[in-house]
């Protein structure tokens, strides 16, 4: 019986870009899974149907990303759907998109560093969400001005950080010139209480004058030193060898003179 069945526990959330699976243990023996979606307006939306798995996909039951929802994960028997008994069933935490769901990381598109001035270029995450023509909606579409994007930079091997903030895709700062720099990009919602800062994108650096010693400085430090102890040990040795072969030489003379002598 429906009674019997256990109930799924540790519910959780996971939610990037709008993408969003719902998770919980454990793995069912003998009953199968349901997923109910309840929104504060909206229908009740069922995924998963009679599922053996512990995740499920419900992106598509949250596309009004302001409402705030339930999950209903019901133990259930397939030869029992159609009973009008109600089965046991777990309830999630609640959960809003707009204000729960991860930003994710920036992709750099184009950088450059002329003269005094740092160029980088990105473009918005995507999400599974898409327009009336077919084209995915960015992050941008969706939080309008409630998004904005942070630039970190700093000197190449200096931990002194620098940022500045744009609601565009582009980021020109002043730069001292003639030196590397490295940056990153990340999205930011100042509204939010939890979950304001987004993923970073990836740190990439600049190589403005980047020459064969910048590359491989610890190597061609290494040669170097390496070959200034060969020098100073050479420089102690030979004087001394060379003293020894005289000392050598001269007493292998001496002794040949005395030799001849005696004859």
Same mark, same amino acid.
């Not at 996909?57 to 598509?60: G, K, P």
């Not at 809003?96 to 560093?113: A, L, M, R, W």
């Not at 020109?172 to 030196?179: A, I, L, R």
């Given at each position: 019986g429906y009674e019997e069945l256990p109930k799924a526990v540790n519910i959780t959330w996971s939610s990037i870009n709008f993408k969003t699976i719902l998770q919980w243990q454990p793995k069912p023996s003998g009953y199968f899974y349901t997923v109910e979606i309840h929104g504060q307006t909206s229908d009740v939306k069922r995924k998963c149907i009679l599922t053996s798995e512990t995740e499920c !996909? =419900?992106? !598509?039951a949250l596309r009004n990303v302001k409402q705030t929802y339930t999950a209903h994960i019901l133990s259930v028997m397939p030869a029992e759907m159609d009973n009008f008994e109600e089965p046991p069933f777990a309830v999630s935490e609640k959960f809003?998109?707009? @204000?729960?769901? =991860?930003?994710? +990381?920036?992709?750099?598109?184009? *950088? @450059?560093?002329e003269g005094s001035k740092l160029n980088v270029v990105f473009k918005d995450p995507l999400t599974p969400y898409i327009f009336p023509n077919? @084209?995915?909606?960015?992050?941008q579409d969706i939080y309008q001005d409630d998004l904005e *994007?942070? $630039? *970190?930079y700093w000197k190449d091997q200096s931990s002194g950080k620098k940022d500045v903030t744009t609601k565009n895709h582009k980021f020109?700062?002043?730069? !001292?010139?003639? +030196?590397n720099y490295c940056f990153y990009v990340q999205g930011i919602i100042p509204s939010r209480r939890e979950n304001r800062n987004g993923q970073e994108s990836t740190v990439l650096c600049t190589g403005v004058g980047r020459n064969i010693l910048d590359e491989y400085a610890t190597e061609v430090f290494i040669i170097i030193a390496v070959i200034a102890v060969a020098v100073i040990t $050479?420089?102690?040795? $030979?004087?001394?060898v060379l003293c020894k072969r005289k000392k050598a030489k001269k007493a292998r003379t001496v002794r040949e003179k005395e030799l001849l002598n005696g004859v």
């Open positions: !996909d =419900v992106t !598509d809003t998109p707009y @204000s729960q769901t =991860v930003i994710g +990381k920036p992709e750099i598109k184009h *950088y @450059s560093q077919g @084209s995915f909606q960015s992050i *994007y942070k $630039l *970190y020109e700062v002043s730069v !001292d010139s003639g +030196k $050479l420089a102690i040795v $030979l004087p001394v």
